[in-house]
């Protein structure tokens, strides 16, 4: 209810400021040729998004009472309709889902107070290099009453968070290096000791703001238009120009869209939607006639996983991070490595062994009251999520190529399903839309628009843009886990409840920091 009545007082004091300015869109009266003699930023980006033309992008004002609500509510918790809300409303039960998440993790009752939270946002999204992201935090994290200084560099943080930048560290580039010695490292510190309630809501956290990374460069969201990057000013008039113009991030009729189809012609990605479709028709005849042994799908998913280190883009470069982004973590040289190079040997994951049904959801409900629950059914939208379409066709059964997706991208992490034939992934997914999933999953600050062009081209957008990697279903709970005692980059174990576990730690607890 207080949503609701916060978000109805922001679009009346929007709507004054609408008929201040002056709009023919917006229902303003003030004359076009009356100046106010202030200077008028205008989005430097063409809409929320650098990848989707905006004319495809819903406008603020054109929603459905559905998606009202939604931004309605994403306005309140967050004081701001931001691009990632603009482009995820594609995706209305998502989007209704990530904002009560990421709501609850952010500002509601937990282990961590409110400063800590925003500041390990910045760490997660700056391991990323998401600049986006680490903006619209350290303006979070300074309105919470959080200490400037923290943000001059990483060593001016609390030892308690710095301590936390190991974890950080690879939990984002090479999580199945995670053994029990970074959990106990963390709970035992002595005055800077986590309990392990705060450890877990720092690591929902990190996975969030991870995750959340990847869908930022992956569907290419823009700058806002109050940071760096995302503005330029015009004249100090406001004669043609309207505040609605700066929420959708609309701009002069010159500045037109560059069609992102480039030279591919119509007929060729028809094509290719075609093939696809056979190929899934002819996949689900070969289950229905024969089913591989489980020898044959243990020896198909080495394969695959092989493979996929050698998935790779041509123009693949170093990104140097920028200092406003890499003073917030330590090691800046530490990425991500395939996990089977350089003679590196990691066991394969059973997820059968070990997963968040069974071990996960108990231990972060437990802990971390309802967040599992919220995780919970944000795993299983994402999982879900299908409107029955593949590009102009519709009425499809798109559960064959959601699942290869899905499991691609736990197989670049060593994470096997024993009931699924991972022969299946070569034949449904092509190498420019591997190379795609790669960046994304695993350096997403590499994403480029040549690389969201060059995959599945008659497909809307709604259905190109990704949701979070689902390999923050393994992230969010393998931290937890028990870890191995075996050599250095073995994968943690499966007990529920984990040995290294303090007893006075069992039960969330609020700790002064």
């Given amino acids: 209810m207080r ?16 008929e201040l300015l002056g709009c023919k869109q917006c229902g303003g009266s003030r004359g076009q040729d009356e100046e106010l003699g202030i200077r008028i930023p205008r989005p430097l980006g063409h809409g929320p998004s650098r990848f989707i033309p905006e004319k495809e992008i819903l406008q603020v004002g054109s ?22 809300t603009l482009v995820m409303v594609f995706h209305p039960q998502y989007l209704e889902s990530f904002l009560k998440t990421q709501h609850y993790l952010l500002q509601m009752d937990g282990p961590l107070p409110l400063h800590y939270r925003h500041y390990i946002g910045i760490m997660a999204a700056a391991r990323h290099q998401c600049s986006y992201l680490v903006n619209l935090h350290v303006n979070d994290f300074l309105h919470v009453g959080g200490d400037p200084k923290w943000l001059n560099g990483l060593e001016n943080a609390p030892q308690k968070l710095q301590n936390l930048g190991e974890l950080n560290k690879v939990l984002a580039h090479r999580p199945w290096l995670i053994t029990k010695e970074h959990i106990e490292g963390l709970l035992k510190a002595e005055e800077h000791s986590w309990s392990l309630a705060e450890l877990v809501h720092a690591v929902v956290l990190l996975t969030h703001y991870h995750s959340l990374a990847s869908f930022t460069f992956g569907c290419g969201i823009s700058p806002e238009i109050h940071c760096d990057g995302g503005h330029t000013f015009r004249p100090p008039s406001v004669s043609n120009y309207c505040i609605c113009d700066i929420t959708n991030g609309n701009h002069s009729v010159d500045e037109m869209q560059v069609n992102s189809a480039g030279n591919v012609s119509v007929s060729d990605s028809f094509f290719e939607v ?6 899934m028709k002819q996949l689900q005849e070969c289950r229905d006639e024969e089913e591989a042994s489980q020898e044959e799908m243990a020896s198909r998913f080495e394969i695959e996983k092989r493979e996929s280190m050698f998935v790779f883009s041509s123009d693949d470069e170093e990104v140097t991070p920028a200092r406003d982004v890499s003073r917030h973590f330590e090691d800046t040289s530490y990425g991500y490595k395939d996990f089977s190079r350089h003679g590196m040997h990691v066991p394969t994951f059973r997820v059968q062994d070990y997963c968040w049904e069974d071990h996960g959801y108990s231990l972060v409900n437990r802990l971390y009251p309802d967040v599992g629950q919220l995780i919970d059914e944000k795993f299983h939208i994402a999982y879900n999520l299908t409107y029955n379409t593949m590009a102009m066709h519709k009425d499809v059964d798109t559960s064959m190529l959601r699942r290869a997706i899905w499991n691609y991208i736990h197989c670049m992490f060593g994470i096997r399903y024993d009931d699924y034939d991972y022969g299946e992934i070569n034949q449904l997914l092509d190498r420019s839309f591997k190379v795609y999933i790669k960046t994304v999953v695993c350096t997403p600050e590499k994403v480029t628009k040549r690389m969201y062009d060059s995959f599945w081209r008659q497909f809307k957008h709604s259905e190109k ?37 303090r007893e006075d730690s069992r039960r969330p607890q609020e700790t002064s920091l």
């Fill in 274 to 279: 075609e093939a696809l479709m056979e190929k």
């Fill in 465 to 501: 843009g990704p949701y979070e990697p689902p390999a923050a279903t393994f992230f969010e709970y393998t931290a937890l886990g028990e870890g191995s005692t075996g050599s250095s980059g073995d994968l943690p174990g499966s007990l529920p409840e984990p040995r290294f576990v």
């Fill in 63 to 84: 929603e459905d009472a559905q998606m009202h609500t939604l931004f309605a509510d994403s306005f309140a918790a967050l004081g701001r309709l931001d691009n990632i």
């Fill in 3 to 18: 949503l609701a009545t916060a978000a109805n007082e922001a679009y009346t004091a929007s709507l004054a400021v609408s």
